[in-house]
């Protein structure tokens, strides 16, 4: 599946992932009402009112981007239904055979984390028969727990051809309560990244430079970016944090290697909230799809002057 | 909520949470033979075969303690099926008047931590109505992206008197790759206990000496808990990894405060696969609850024990 984004991504010049991070409050008026008169006021509407509203989107800007990555907590907050458009984007998204990055910051240990690794990577057993929970390409992972938490993933991974994104150095202002914090002279998000490299080193596909597991580095961090992917060489990096959280082309530079690859950057609300912003309101929010495709191809553009003018 | 847990710990004299963490491997032949009959061997199949085995589990022990502890991970490998067996099993705990620890180790930033927040803790907006997602009483939660990551959830506690616990030293093996690396001469844990004491300190409740931020420290390292009680004194601590995971009862009695308090200790397959385990096979499969509720009372009197013999 890493081969897969990396395909993906040299074939749109987009390294790219449009976070589907749907708050009610981003969702068009119009949508919402359709939804309500549908199904009520309800966890059912709520659910009915994002997953319309992910739908546009993913039709807008399906052919631009490599991949999706959609932030679970924003499904789970409705509970059972909104896990149910969680489902319902997930498996929509691969349709249109985008690469689907479950954003779900799972970890556990040993049969726990082997649980949440085949609910959301895998395959259960029922009896005689296997089925997939979630059935994402990649999830993201919370170390905090050491190897224990991981390797139930890597297997996983190796048995499926999937892939993880493990948290090194977040994007949030706070990140630095732990993670920057010195172990033998390194910040313990050096260490992290050493252990990601090792747990990877483990875990490399057929061919091809870039093992199934990721790491997860804030764009609002460039100098930790850098150094870091020297760190994981055969690392892919999740970005989040351009745009409306801070970050910015210029800064992405540093996450890239020699080869144009190893990074992929994050928007979620720049591009899915696009026409609430004053660049595209020009587009209403009758055309909120619209506004989130031009969102795209100006990242695109940003993205790619960054990595030339480096 | 942290003081109707003291007082059903009081009354029940049992500071015993038990797992609710069902493996089909621990389900009964015959439940699950009554399930595959209705839906087949299928995700609802798998759902209704543990939604049966916990209901059999709770009927048996509701009495003799104060809380329960699902594991969400449990649930989630079977997908949105699981999911609905989860929200049963926490509706069904509730109606038994039992206090709900959901296991589900969220943990993210921002908006995206209060979203989890308010899907397990709190109630979610639609429209101009309320609605409750998943409802627990307490949450587990991951630190590792820092305040950013604790504040939503703490702000909804403060809002519906529920709580949670933050992972400080897990019970794992592998926990100390991390967590106990020296950083400024003290470990991660120690690191993160005195955070976790200074969260709680803005989130006590009106009255009582426990605030709304409980830990989790691994039954398995004994001196750390000893170190970990006096440096988070205020702070319930939640004890995963007793028995079948290889915490003894004597190695409790650290985690416990002056006032018999402070602590609670979880137990998951040494009760609910109490069965198949040789002390208690002779109750036979159909009888597993009562297998159950034998192995909690026998876990009751340990404690007690250790409590006595400090």
Known sequence: MINKLITKIQKTNA??????DPM??????YIKQAAFAEYGETLEGAAEAIWQ?????????????????????????????????????VDYCKEKDLVVIGDVKRGDIGSTSEAYAVGHLGKVQVGSKMFAGFDEDFATVNPYLGSDGIKPFTKVCLEEKKGIFVLVKTSNPSSGEFQDRLIDGKPLYEHMGEKVAAWGAECMPESGNYSYVGAVVGATYPEQGKILSKVMPNTFILVPGYGAAGGEGADLA????????????????????AYQQE???????????????????????DIASALQNR
């Open 15 to 20: 390294p790219i992932v449009v976070g589907l």
């Open 24 to 29: 009610m409050k981003f969702v068009p008026e």
């Open 53 to 89: 509203y992910n739908k546009g989107i993913v039709d807008a800007i399906y052919d631009l981007v490599p991949a999706v990555k959609p932030q679970i907590a924003m499904y789970e907050q409705f509970g059972i239904p909104g896990l149910v458009a969680f489902k319902k984007t």
């Open 254 to 273: 540093h996450f890239f290697n020699e080869d144009g690859l190893g990074a992929i950057i994050n928007s979620s609300r720049g591009i899915i909230a």
């Open 279 to 301: 660049a595209y309101a020009s587009y209403g929010e009758k055309n909120y799809a619209d506004a989130s495709r031009a969102a795209v191809i100006a990242m695109r553009e």
